[in-house]
């Protein structure tokens, strides 16, 4: 099994920005489709984005344009770069990982607030 363990949450300003780190205690290959999701109180976890093993980026309706997901093989560690932020992108951020045949890896979740 994985550990992920995330970085980089905190409060930030609407408008500002944040980069997420996730990094892995393991190897972990392109082949590996890693991603991050996250959850609001009162809300289901939804895809924030995600790269699949063939990696193809894809993101949620309400990210696109705004943040960008990308993965360094060498550190075993994908980011989440997030910029114009919203106070509705405040929740929890989890990343994972999909092994086979192990299945999904989750971190321990990263808090994102966004407020002035």
């Known amino acids: 099994q994985v550990q992920l363990v995330e970085s980089g949450g905190g409060l930030v300003q609407p408008g500002g920005s944040l980069r997420l780190s996730c990094a892995a205690s393991r190897i972990i290959f392109s082949s590996n489709a890693m991603g991050w999701h996250r959850q609001a109180p009162g809300n289901q976890r939804e895809l924030v984005a995600a790269?699949?093993?063939?990696?193809?980026?894809n993101y949620g309706d309400s990210v696109k344009g705004r943040f960008t997901i990308s993965r360094d093989n060498a550190k075993n560690t994908v980011y989440l770069q997030m910029n114009s932020l919203k106070p509705e992108d405040t929740a929890v951020y989890y990343c994972?990982?999909?092994?086979?045949?192990?299945?999904?890896?989750w971190g321990q979740g990263t808090q994102v607030t966004v407020s002035s």
């Open positions: 994972y990982v999909d092994i086979f045949p192990s299945g999904r890896s």
């Open positions: 790269v699949s093993s063939g990696g193809s980026a």
